[in-house]
């Protein structure tokens, strides 16, 4: 047997090996993750989800491969940006068993369920807890093991809106109380309305954590079992990848995005309270040597780390070099609490009464007069 036609039924039963991946989008912003998700060649034997009060937010030419789970209601219990009205939403269809068969698709799914919704909204923000616990309701009921779900959050930035950093503490106060163990968060840019350089970084996370950066090698691999201890780790984890040209700029690349991408880092001093896990990745034609350059400086930053995880894979692609990194075990990232109450500005009449007139303006009241012709004429009594 060939080199060639080896390396490809290897990598045919690693890919085999990972089972089934499904990726659930709630919401507007989750929805338009699995559209973005639809698209890339390398995700298409994953089961996409959308879950959202509208059905137009899917593209048509992905209606074949986004299975399309409405909640829809006549009730209209305020904005858009209301959670309870999400989660309300959510729960009236979970009663009418909307999500059966989703429920019983993930509980043969062989990687962790993966979920993204925005923080900031209403309909993902509010539905995400309610579907954590309706699976593992589901799963009980069942007496089968609930699967492992990852949400993948997208925050608003620090400068947004009040109500949008009340949805998000809302909702990370709600997915710990749905005993959620792991997760990864994505920061939107203040005032930038451009979410495709967002979306595609969330995109190749997803690609990371199901194996699909990870090809055939005869030195350090990573395999299945790795990545499903890395993604088992209690906490918070980053998963970014970075391609170029040459090892000098996928070093500055992959830096980069770690330390000043979407997803937040950590701090020095967070570093030096917590346990880290960490998985790397390079592909390129002297990885071996390539490894301590391209790594060196997110490694140095860590400095309790448990486990660390290595994929080499030294081959000619063309000149392209390719690299990821996972770092898991990561606390909470910063929020923005919000304590004031409402403040709501006074009403039309507030403060205000009457002014008196003169008495020879009230005391004087028109009369009506009709003439002959049906002619009327307004005077003023004295």
């Not at 909640?71 to 209209?76: F, M, Q, R, S």
């Not at 350059?293 to 080499?312: A, G, L, T």
Request: net charge negative; aromatic share 8%.
């Amino acid at each position: 047997m060939s080199n060639e036609v080896m390396n490809n039924t290897q990598e045919n039963t690693f890919a085999a090996s990972l089972g089934n991946h499904i990726c659930v989008g709630l919401g507007n912003t989750g929805t338009n993750i699995v559209t973005e998700i639809a698209s890339r060649q390398s995700l298409t034997d994953v089961d996409l989800y959308s879950i959202d009060s509208v059905v137009s937010a899917t593209a048509m030419k992905n209606i074949n491969r986004i299975k399309t789970i409405p909640i829809i209601t006549d009730a209209k219990q305020g904005s858009g940006r209301n959670r309870e009205r999400g989660a309300w939403m959510f729960e009236e269809h979970l009663e009418n068993h909307a999500f059966d068969k989703l429920f019983e698709k993930c509980m043969n799914a062989k990687t962790p369920i993966v979920v993204v919704t925005s923080a900031a909204g209403g309909t993902g923000s509010g539905s995400t807890p309610v579907f954590c616990k309706g699976l593992a309701k589901y799963a009980m009921e069942h007496e089968l093991v609930p699967p492992q779900v990852i949400p993948i959050i997208v925050c608003p930035s620090m400068e947004d809106p009040t109500a949008y950093h009340l949805n998000s503490n809302d909702l990370f106060m709600e997915l710990a109380e749905a005993e959620i163990k792991t997760y990864a968060v994505f920061r939107n840019v203040a005032g930038d309305s451009n979410y495709a350089p967002i979306n595609k970084e969330i995109v190749d996370l997803i690609e990371i954590i199901f194996g699909k950066k990870y090809g055939m090698t005869n030195l350090d691999s990573i395999d299945d079992s790795d990545l499903d201890t890395i993604l088992w780790t209690p906490g918070r984890f980053v998963a970014v990848s970075a391609k170029a040209n040459d090892i000098t700029n996928l070093t500055r690349q992959i830096t980069r995005k770690m330390f000043t991408g979407f997803q937040p880092s950590w701090t020095d001093e967070e570093a030096r309270q917590y346990t880290f896990m960490s998985a790397y990745s390079l592909k390129s034609m002297f990885a071996g040597e390539d490894f301590k350059q391209v790594f060196d400086e997110v490694r140095s930053r860590i400095h309790s780390v448990f486990d660390e995880y290595r994929h080499i894979e030294q081959v000619d692609n063309g000149g392209e070099v390719e690299a990821t990194v996972i770092i898991a075990g990561l606390p909470r990232p910063e929020l923005k609490m919000i304590q004031t109450e409402f403040n709501g500005a006074e009403g039309i009449g507030d403060g205000m009464k009457r002014a008196a007139r003169p008495k020879f303006l009230t005391q004087r009241k028109p009369v009506t007069t009709k003439s002959k012709d049906g002619k009327t004429t307004v005077n003023w009594s004295k």
